[in-house]
């Protein structure tokens, strides 16, 4: 297991109130609303979102349990119907997206060769050199589609579908020996910088004042290449949560 350095998490607490302090800027005029949920607004007002956020979490399969993501970006939206449907299930349709321009995955080290056959010359393999370890890169999910219920003056919740793509300064996540396999360690045994990741979460909005709430959500993730690379280990699930600082227009 790799301890997350002291340093990851001051690197995002001082990403997320840098966040805070630029996206404050983009906070526009009040808007007329029944408390302080923007969604019970007399008039029907559709509202935009601008916030900021972190995210963390953890990988849930047997093989992927000791991975550790975080995270810190931003995030943006806008309400694109009225309210409709019945009773508690009424609510409105959002698209959002969110950047995160700080991402780090921490992962197992471990320790690995190279291996070639070229023809007609015997198995010829490189001393092992180790791979894993913290991974950095940024992602983006262009593509959030949210269910908002209304809720009460002071509580939304809402549930969501979204994909995006993840970029990282290695080809993610290490795999292979020892022992060397061939299927593992082969001249053909290359992961990919470039990872998708489909995915789907639920969440809450606390509306602190007209125009201003804290959102808490957890997101399942399913990070897979989709072979870009000869070799697709991915990380079939993890669970991240989410706190972030939403303005209201």
Known sequence: MIK????????????FVL???????????AIVSNGNNPFLDPKGHQPLEIGALVQGGFGLTENRD????????????????????????????????????????????????????PPGTPEQC?????????????????IILRWNLVGTKKFSFWGQAAGGLLWTNHKYPAFGGPPYNSQNDGKYADASVWNFTPQGGVGLHYFLRPRRSIDFSANGIHISSASLGDRNPGVNASVQFTLGYTWWK
């Open 4 to 15: 997350q350095p002291a340093r990851h998490g001051a690197t995002a607490l001082w990403i």
């Open 19 to 29: 966040l805070l302090a630029v996206t404050r800027t983009s906070s526009a005029q």
């Open 66 to 117: 000791d991975f550790k993501f975080l995270m810190a970006g931003v995030h943006a939206g806008k309400v694109l119907t009225a309210n409709m449907g019945p009773g508690p299930l009424r609510g409105n349709f959002e698209y959002a997206v969110e950047a995160f321009p700080f991402w780090q995955s921490y992962t197992p080290k471990f320790q690995r060769p190279f291996c070639t056959n």
């Open 126 to 142: 490189t001393p092992l050199y180790t791979v894993g370890g913290t991974y950095t890169g940024a992602s983006i999910t262009p």
